[in-house]
């Protein structure tokens, strides 16, 4: 049986909520553990992937603040491996998996943020985890690699930056493909680019990954859209080159005095969420306009989360926390295209 046809197991690293154990489980592939700095973000992942429905009952009897103290707790995790921080982590003690999966810090990489590239304590956390590969015997490294960062990446520190990331990958024993792929294209009405970097473990068993194409056309993100707005159909009216907006479309609250499409109306689909969420839409209300922020559970939906596990983070975070989570992640949706295709 050739690798690529059978479920793989897989640790999530820098796993935030669990945006790539959903999307990987979705495709079928098995989480052998996690490791997460944010405590908040660990409670969410916990109730959302871990806790059994008998934990979850007991949870719900204790007041928020009561659960957030529990939730923490090593049983709920229910024998799983996990790690709070990378940098104390042994090669020795991590789970044999096929994959593993990192989105690294961006701060220190995105274009909102230093731009530093990997001279920023954040972002070259990267290096932490190949070093972890280059502490294992051959027989242990994982097969693949599943990397994701901002698109800032390709092009931070003049591209210097990327360079290294291969070189390194290199060294390692792992050939890189890379492709940016956009939110909006797989069905959810956001516009969110990222890089996805595939490595491979020279020597094994490989199929060509990327480049993969979303699953959608114009007319059907309208319709995604439109459910979403529940009626509003998103759309631009122009005057004197400035953007006008309109009941459905969207705004960006971050920067209230732009007059630019791209600084501040959205339309056709949300622009990228931040760890703020501060993003809104025009609506009406007994025909007046009105700007509405989006709720948490909204920002949950645009990165592909289902109800249910948002009223499973809901029930251990404040609304804060769950809009920087939202943010922080990856779209459920995306991910589970690409390991998809690591079965082909």
């Not at 553990?33 to 959302?48: I, L, N, P, Q």
């Not at 999966?101 to 985890?129: E, H, N």
């Not at 559970?297 to 975070?317: P, S, T």
């Amino acid at each position: 049986m050739a690798f690529f046809e059978m479920s793989l197991t897989f640790l999530d690293f820098f796993a935030g909520i669990g945006g790539y154990r959903r999307g990987m489980e979705l495709a079928g592939h098995n989480c052998v553990g996690f490791c997460e700095w944010d405590k908040f973000a660990v409670m969410s992942y916990t109730s959302m992937h871990l806790i059994t429905k008998e934990q979850e009952r007991y949870l719900l009897q204790l007041s928020k603040s009561e659960r957030q103290k529990e939730i923490l707790k090593e049983k709920y995790r229910n024998g799983e491996w996990y790690a709070n921080d990378i940098r104390t982590v042994s090669a020795r003690e991590l789970p044999r998996a096929d994959i593993w999966c990192f989105g690294f810090p961006c701060q220190d990489i995105s274009v909102a943020g230093k731009r530093i590239g990997f001279a920023g304590k954040r972002s070259s956390l990267f290096f932490t985890v190949t070093g972890l590969i280059r502490d294992l015997k051959e027989e242990e490294k994982p097969s693949i690699l599943f990397i994701e960062n901002v698109k800032n990446l390709l092009s931070v520190n003049r591209g210097f930056d990327f360079a290294k990331l291969l070189v390194e990958l290199d060294e390692i024993g792992y050939d890189a493909e890379w492709q940016v792929l956009n939110t909006k294209d797989f069905g959810i009405p956001q516009s969110r680019e990222r890089v996805f970097i595939i490595g491979f473990l020279r020597g094994r068993s490989r199929r060509k990954v990327l480049p993969i194409t979303g699953t959608n056309r114009k007319d059907n993100l309208s319709s995604k859209i439109r459910d979403f707005r529940k009626g509003f159909l998103i759309r631009e009216a122009s005057k004197e080159g400035y953007a006008i907006a309109e009941v459905g479309d969207s705004i960006k609250l971050d920067y209230p005095n732009s007059t630019t499409m791209r600084g501040r109306v959205g339309k056709g689909r949300i622009h990228t969420l931040t760890t703020s969420c501060n993003q809104a839409v025009v609506c009406a209300k007994d025909n007046v306009p009105r700007i509405r922020r989006l709720t948490p559970r909204e920002c949950f939906r645009l990165q592909g989360w289902r109800d249910c596990y948002f009223d499973k983070a809901a029930m251990v975070n404040s609304d804060n926390q769950l809009y920087k989570q939202a943010g922080n992640g990856v779209t459920v949706k995306v991910i589970q295209k690409i390991a998809t295709q690591f079965h082909n």
